[in-house]
């Protein structure tokens, strides 16, 4: 895996692909090279993960160069547990969505290729970049396509929407700019080195006031993307690419706020988890008082992602392993239930409820997979966002039993919501006479969705090699956010910060921050320093289970 510097070929290879489609004529052409270099990246995506090991909590194909040596800026990227999950669903769905919108986008289809190509490109940024300004380069790239897609291939007033969202987008970005910034001056004041390597920032102590302000910018640009309440009106009229939000954002939340800023999150812990709670039930309400299926998938995403900041900021392994599972099925399910209700309102040219009635009659192939997607929604267990929106209340509830049982009404509520959307859809008489001519799923459309449905019931089933994949890497971000953190989150129990995740010991938590030379991959430390994930260490430091074995054998 040395050869080839794969994760930058992920990066770049749409770029290449865009810059080619300029070249090319006609619009059968056009999506066929969208379609082929987005499956490339899939292919080389699916090399790397199966070279991944997935005991490792450090990241994995790092490539690192110099780029902008007077301000300490550099080309790293590398892929962990969390990132790579991230990543490979963003590699999965991207050639289905342009083999899925085939036939459904017909107008400027070559530039619709160039701008689906680049925003794959600022994505696997985001969730490769090992240095904050990459980072922060990848994530504002992503607004130009964000801003074209949305205007010019979205719906009714889609250019108010695509500057609504441009506005509030940059609003976030600039506070975030600010921070990143200012961590930067705060290195180089500590250290004499101008660095925005995160690994280094990760280690930098912050007086906790400081903490509190620099992660509320940090809070501010990843809750316009997720989107949080009150930061969600941009959503219902550009949900085109509401998803993909969804995941750079509780990425962002993940890879940033929780290991830069550990001691604010003693008073921002449990406000963010009550305003998520809210979120979760706001959301599902409005959702239910919807008759246009598109707002409905709207305001259910924005429900969806109250589930994700809640798992994020219930601190523990549950919570987090939780989190990111549930952006895969969101990708998924929601994904899914909108392609499919994009390819009905092209048959029929309309997102209102009323309008059908009586489809498993006349299309009973969509309408089977609509069941599936339905289901995935509102977590029936066997399907994908069972997985995820149990191991949060999981998680959740060992911080705080009312913010669980709050949040526990939004799944409820979706049930509500989301068969009602169904029953009205596809059951009851046939009554109007345009629904009786509605041609099925064509092969095409048929192979996309039972892709997207294949992937919902194996995480349903069977989710244990996407939770094995990121579990080092998830404790590793534990052990780093509860090691620096002063105090446990006002409102949570010290009992649920301090149990350490599963297969560490307490030492290994409340051991000293780390030093310089921190372990390596393994844990192991060939002086001093405190053990890493496997509770080891050559000389000094904190020993793990293993080692207390071996010196209770030695007494003997």
Not at 114 to 133: A, N
Not at 199 to 211: D, H, N, R
Not at 242 to 258: C, D, E, N, S
Not at 374 to 393: D, R
Request: hydrophobic fraction near 55%; charged fraction near 10%; glycine fraction near 8%.
């Amino acid at each position: 895996m040395t050869e080839l510097p794969y994760l930058s070929l992920i990066i770049w290879l749409p770029v290449l692909g865009a810059v080619l489609l300029l070249f090319v004529k006609g619009d059968t052409a056009a999506r066929w090279v969208g379609f082929g270099v987005s499956a490339l990246v899939l292919v080389l995506f699916a090399v790397c993960f199966g070279a991944f090991e997935t005991h490792l909590g450090e990241p994995q194909f790092e490539e690192r160069m110099p780029w902008i040596e007077s301000l300490g800026v550099s080309y790293h990227v590398g892929a962990d547990g969390i990132s790579i999950l991230l990543a490979g669903i963003t590699a999965l769905m991207w050639p289905l969505a342009l083999l899925g919108t085939w036939t459904i986008v017909s107008k400027r289809v070559r530039a619709y290729q160039v701008f689906m190509l680049l925003m794959e490109t600022t994505l696997m940024g985001v969730f490769f970049s090992l240095d904050l300004f990459l980072f922060f380069l990848f994530w504002e790239g992503m607004l130009i396509p964000m801003y074209f897609l949305i205007g010019i291939w979205g719906y009714e007033n889609s250019v108010r929407a695509a500057l609504k969202f441009f506005l509030f987008a940059v609003f976030g970005s600039l506070l975030m700019l600010a921070a990143v910034i200012t961590l930067a001056f705060l290195h180089h004041q500590a250290h004499d080195v101008l660095t925005f390597e995160m690994a280094a920032l990760y280690q930098l102590s912050i007086p906790p006031e400081v903490q509190f302000w620099l992660a509320l910018a940090f809070i501010a640009a990843f809750a316009v993307k997720v989107p949080m309440v009150p930061f969600h009106t941009w959503l219902p009229d550009a949900i085109v690419l509401a998803v993909v939000l969804v995941k750079m954002a509780a990425y962002g939340f993940i890879r940033l706020t929780l290991p830069l800023f550990p001691d604010a999150l003693t008073e921002l812990a449990p406000l963010m988890c009550a305003v998520a709670a809210a979120g979760i039930v706001y959301g599902a309400l409005i959702a239910l008082a919807q008759s246009d299926i598109r707002r409905m998938i709207a305001y259910s995403t924005i429900s969806h992602a109250g589930f994700v900041v809640l798992g994020v900021f219930a601190l523990n392994q549950h919570g987090i392993q939780g989190a990111v599972v549930h952006i895969v099925s969101l990708a998924l399910s929601t994904g899914g239930l909108f392609l499919a209700a994009m390819m009905l309102v092209q048959r029929r040219n309309t997102w209102d409820m009323e309008a059908y009635g009586g489809l498993w009659h006349t299309i009973p192939v969509f309408s089977a997979f609509l069941l599936v997607f339905t289901l995935a929604s509102v977590g029936l267990p066997g399907l994908s966002s069972f997985v995820g929106e149990f191991l949060i209340l999981v998680g959740v509830f060992q911080q705080n039993i009312l913010i669980a049982a709050v949040a526990a009404t939004g799944i409820i509520l979706a049930a509500v919501y989301m068969l009602r959307m169904y029953r009205k859809v596809v059951f009851g008489p046939v009554t109007k006479e345009e629904n009786r001519g509605i041609r099925d799923l064509s092969f095409r459309e048929t192979a996309v969705l039972a892709c997207m449905t294949l992937f919902i019931i194996w995480i349903g089933v069977y989710p244990n090699p996407f939770l094995r994949t990121m579990e080092a890497s998830v404790q590793k971000l534990l052990v780093q956010t509860h090691r620096l953190a002063e105090t446990p989150p006002a409102g949570m129990t010290s009992a649920s910060i301090e149990t350490p995740p599963a297969g560490m010991t307490p030492a290994s938590i409340e051991t000293p921050p780390i030093p310089a030379d921190p372990a390596g991959p393994s844990g192991l430390s060939d002086q001093g320093g405190t053990a890493g994930p496997s509770g080891l260490s050559d000389q000094g430091g904190t020993a793990g289970p293993d080692a207390t074995l071996e010196i209770s054998q030695d007494t003997r």
